[in-house]
C-alpha cells in the first residue's frame, strides 16, 4: 500500500494527497492503512466514527469529512477532532451558523458539476460561497466537486471545465480528482487529491491494468484445495450443476464461497490460481466452496494453495468476470477471512 501512496504522490505532483480509508480502507483494515499511509498529507473517511478511530490511533494529518456532518450535533465533535467536513447541503450551513464550533472549521464547499448526487448547484455558487465566509464557524474555505465518468472516456473535462469557470476567480484552493482524474487527468489536480483505489493497487479502468499504471495489489486472498473430484463425460459439478464435463475432468473443491466476500455471479471461466498457475472456475459458487479445473494443473491435488486475488490473478479480472468492479469484491471481503499481514 504504501509503494501505492508514493505512485500516487508521483502522478500528484505538487498538489497535497489525501488517503481515502473510507469502508474499512477498502476492505483493507483502517489502522493497516493509517500504518501503509502514514506519508499521506490527510485522509478521507465517511464517518466521524472512523475520523475519531484514525485521531485514536495517533493521526495528526487534517481528516476530510466526505459527505460532511449528517445530524447537528457532529459539529462539536469536528472541533474536537479538528476534521474538515464537507459542506454540500443548505441544512450543513444551517447547523454551523445556529451553533457555531469552538474553534472555526476548515471546510471543503462541495459543487456540483454534474454527477447530482451531492452538493450545490454551481450556478448559485456567488450566494453559497459568501454564506460560507461570512460564517463564524469556518476558518478556511476550499472548494470540492466530484467525477462521474473519470474512469470513462467521456473524462472529467465536461465537469471540470465549468467548475473552473465559475469558481477560479475565488483563489481559493480546490479539489476534484479520485484515483481515475489523478492517474489522466493531470488538469484535474488542484490543491488537494484524493485517490482511494490506486492505493490498494488495482486499476479504476477498464482499458488498463494496475501493473500498466505501476500499482501493486494490497491484498490477496488465498485458500486451499479441501477435496478433489474426477467428473465424466456428462457430469456436472456444484449447484444447479451449472458446469458439465465434456471430457474427464478433474475438479478442486475450494474453500472459500459468497460468505467469504467472493462474488457469486462470478461464472464458469473467471481466472484463479492454483500452485501460482492461472485456471479457471467451474460452476456455480456456493456460500463456503467454489469449483476450479485443475486439467491442466496435474501437480495440484489436497491443500494445494489457491489464490483468489492478489498477485497472480489481479481483482480486477475477477471483478471484470463477474460483472462487477474491483471496489465491491475487497470492500465486501467477509469478517470471517483470516487477515495475514505481510508488508
Ligand atoms: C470514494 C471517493 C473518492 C475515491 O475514489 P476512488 O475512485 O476510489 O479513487 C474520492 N472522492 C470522493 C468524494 C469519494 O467519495
Redesign the pocket.
Known amino acids: 500500500m504504501a509503494h501505492n501512496l508514493r505512485a500516487a504522490r508521483r502522478y500528484a505532483g505538487s498538489a497535497s494527497v489525501f488517503a481515502?480509508v473510507?469502508a474499512n480502507a477498502?476492505g483493507h483494515g483502517l489502522s493497516r492503512a493509517r500504518r501503509a499511509f502514514a506519508a499521506a498529507d490527510g485522509f478521507?473517511v465517511l464517518t466521524l466514527e472512523e475520523a475519531a478511530n484514525l485521531r485514536q490511533m495517533g493521526v495528526e494529518q487534517p481528516i476530510l469529512l466526505?459527505e460532511g456532518i449528517f445530524s447537528p450535533d457532529e459539529v462539536a465533535a469536528c472541533a474536537e477532532l479538528g476534521l474538515w467536513p464537507v459542506l454540500h447541503h443548505s441544512a450543513q450551513l444551517d447547523w454551523l451558523e445556529r451553533a457555531p464550533p469552538s474553534r472555526p472549521l476548515t471546510v471543503f464547499l462541495k459543487f456540483d458539476s454534474g454527477m447530482h448526487r451531492l452538493g450545490f448547484p454551481l450556478a448559485g455558487h456567488r450566494e453559497i460561497v459568501q454564506r460560507v465566509r461570512q460564517m463564524r464557524g469556518v476558518a478556511d474555505l476550499n472548494l470540492m466537486t466530484?467525477f462521474a465518468q473519470a474512469d470513462e472516456p467521456a473524462g472529467v473535462d465536461w465537469q471540470l471545465r465549468p467548475f473552473l469557470a465559475e469558481l477560479a476567480a475565488y483563489g481559493l484552493p480546490w479539489s476534484s480528482a479520485?484515483?481515475?482524474a489523478?492517474l489522466r487527468y493531470p488538469e484535474s489536480l488542484g490543491d488537494w487529491v484524493?485517490?482511494?483505489?490506486?492505493l490498494y493497487g488495482s486499476s479504476?479502468f477498464a482499458d488498463q491494468t494496475a501493473s500498466d499504471l505501476g500499482l501493486r495489489p494490497a491484498m490477496r486472498l488465498e485458500s486451499e484445495v479441501i477435496a478433489v473430484q474426477t467428473l465424466q463425460p456428462g457430469e456436472g459439478v456444484g449447484y444447479g450443476q451449472l458446469f458439465r464435463a465434456e471430457r474427464t475432468t478433474r475438479v478442486g473443491v475450494v474453500a472459500c464461497g459468497y460468505a467469504d466476500g467472493y462474488p457469486r455471479l462470478a461464472p464458469t471461466g473467471t481466472p484463479i490460481a492454483v500452485c501460482g498457475q492461472t485456471t479457471r472456475t467451474l460452476g456455480r459458487v456456493s456460500m463456503d466452496m467454489l469449483c476450479v479445473d485443475l486439467s491442466d494443473c496435474p501437480q495440484a491435488g489436497l491443500g494445494s494453495p489457491v489464490e483468489l486475488w492478489g498477485e497472480a490473478v489481479p481483482v480486477d479480472a475477477v471483478a471484470a468476470a463477474a460483472g462487477t468492479i474491483s471496489?465491491e469484491l475487497l470492500c465486501a471481503l467477509a469478517a470471517r477471512v483470516p487477515v495475514e499481514e505481510i508488508d
Open positions: 481515502v473510507k477498502y478521507a466526505l466530484h479520485n484515483s481515475a489523478l484524493r485517490p482511494g483505489i490506486m479504476p471496489y
